[in-house]
Structure formats: C-alpha cells, structure tokens
C-alpha cells in the first residue's frame, strides 16, 4: 500500500485495517446496552405490569369500588386497596385515651392511609398497571424503577454478546487463513464468514449473554414488581433509608432478599436468547442473499 493510500485510509476510520480488537466490541456492546436500557425501562414496566394484572384472580366485588366508596383519598394514594377494619379499629382504641381536642379525629385519620395497611405493605403490582396510575400512586420516577439493574444487564449483555461473537468471527477466519496458501496478509482477505456460521455463532454468543447477565434480570424484574407509593418514598428520605446488602448489590440494585432466586430461570431465558440471535442473525442474511 502506498503512503498516499494509507494515508486515505487513516483518515476515514483511524486504522489501516477493519479489524475489530474484543476491547472494542465489547465496549460498544456496554455503551448500546445502556442507552438501551434507559429509553426502554418505563415501556417494560408498564409491560410487566400488564403482565401480571392479566393473571389476577376474579372475585366476587370489586375491592377499588369499596375503596372509592368508603375511603375515597384511599382509593387514589393506595389504588386497589380494602382496609382492614380490625387495623382501623385497633388505631381508633389506641388513641382513644389521648385528649379529644382534635374536632374530627376519625376524618382526621382517614387522611392518612398508610395507618390502615396495618402492615406496612403497598398495593399489588396488578392493581397499578397504566401509565397514569403508577404516576398517580408512585410519581414520575417509578417509570424508570429498577433502572441500575437493567443497565446493568443491558451492559453486560451487550459487552459480551458482541465481543463473544467477534472473537468467534475472528477464529472462524484464523481458521481460514491458515489453511489457504499462500496465507493472507490480512484477515479480511480470508474471504466473508457464511451465513450459517454467522448464524450459529451469535445464537452461542446470546447464550453466553444471558448467563452473564441472567441475575440482574431477575432483580429488575423483582423491581419492577415492587410498588412504592409517594408517601413511603417520601418517609425514606426523611428517615435517610439506606438499602441493605452488600455494596455491589446496592450499586446494581440487587435486593439481599433475593439472593435465593437470581438463577430461577436462567435456563430458559439462555434457550430463548440462543434461538433468537440464531434466527434473528440467520432470518437476515437470508433477506439479504434472496431479495436484495
């Protein structure tokens, strides 16, 4: 190659060749699964969401229309919710001792809906399912709960998806190469990698993946599933509430009760990204070769 040529060369991509190091693939895996992650978090929990209310359980009433009849602030801060009576009585006995200054003291309470939950625990995932009243109940920011656990498994499937597969690539054509003779000088010369190898290398590749990153699946899913409403949020920061676990649990935001569960799964989710990389990669070398 002459100076002039490569000098033209230098200029369009900064390398004399096209070569890709696995460094380089895996980075722009993380960069891709990040900003992935972050423009499709509010969309699968609102999927997620609908998900699990479509299993819910048919009863007999309505318990949002109790709510809304009986406690109707209730029915709006804890969507879904019936109060236990027995809690609301047992609240009622126990300040019933204190002085009677305040004129309306039942009314009073009612304006405070977590002294009825009794436990402490907020609605279920299926009873906060559209847009409106998770923003409602949760605020704007429960859109992107369980954000650090999808960025990172977006991040760290995406790293390893494209450098797994680059690396393969890169052997496929080695391999190539050394057979040929007179040996190439670059593995380009070695001539495109087919299809069908194409194909099997990135179904490998999105096995590979989904078991690097099938535990922080799991803990964004079990994010997505928690409900929080504004005043527990609110009550946390006052408290200045610190999540519990180890530090590279709360960094990711991997919750300690969940430490049993993380691998449930794993192997189907590592069957279903294998065959989808296979098809998806093969489906669209197909298009290419018959109709472009």
């Known amino acids: ?30 960069v891709a699964g990040a900003v992935e992650s972050v423009l499709s978090t509010p969309f699968e929990l609102l999927k997620l969401r609908n998900q699990v209310g479509s299993v819910k359980l048919m009863k007999a009433a309505d318990p949002a229309n109790i709510t809304k009849e009986t406690f109707p602030l209730l029915s709006k801060l804890l969507p879904g919710y019936v109060p236990d009576i027995r809690v609301w009585n047992s609240t009622v006995n126990l300040l019933s001792n204190l002085s009677p200054k305040h004129p309306d003291i039942m009314g009073a309470l009612k304006q405070h809906p977590w002294m009825l939950t009794g436990s402490g625990k907020p609605p279920l995932p299926s009873d906060v399912q559209g847009p409106s009243r998770v923003i409602a109940l949760e605020g704007w920011g429960a859109l992107w709960r369980g954000l650090r656990p999808g960025i990172t498994r977006d991040c760290v499937f995406g790293g390893m998806f494209f450098s797994t597969w680059q690396f393969i690539h890169t052997a496929i054509l080695t391999w190539r190469a050394v057979n040929m003779n007179p040996q ?31 535990t922080f699946d799991t803990a964004k899913s079990r994010s997505e599933c928690t409900v929080i409403p504004k005043y527990i949020a609110m009550e946390r920061r006052f408290l200045k509430w610190k999540a519990p676990g180890m530090w590279i649990e709360r960094k990711t935001g991997i919750s300690p009760a969940d430490r049993n569960v993380l691998f449930r799964g794993i192997g189907l989710r590592m069957a279903r990204s294998g065959i989808a990389s296979c098809l998806l990669v093969g489906s669209y070398y197909f298009v290419v070769d018959q109709f472009m």
């Not at 490569?6 to 722009?28: H, P, Q, R, W």
């Open 184 to 214: 190439p000088r670059k593995l380009e010369e070695a001539g495109p990698v087919s299809p069908f190898a194409s194909s099997l290398a990135a179904g490998f590749s999105g096995i590979v993946a989904a078991a690097a990153s099938h």
């Open 1 to 30: 190659m002459t100076n002039a040529k490569c000098f033209v060369y230098l200029l369009t991509d900064g390398k004399e060749d096209n070569y890709v190091s696995y460094s380089e693939a895996m980075l722009a895996g993380i």
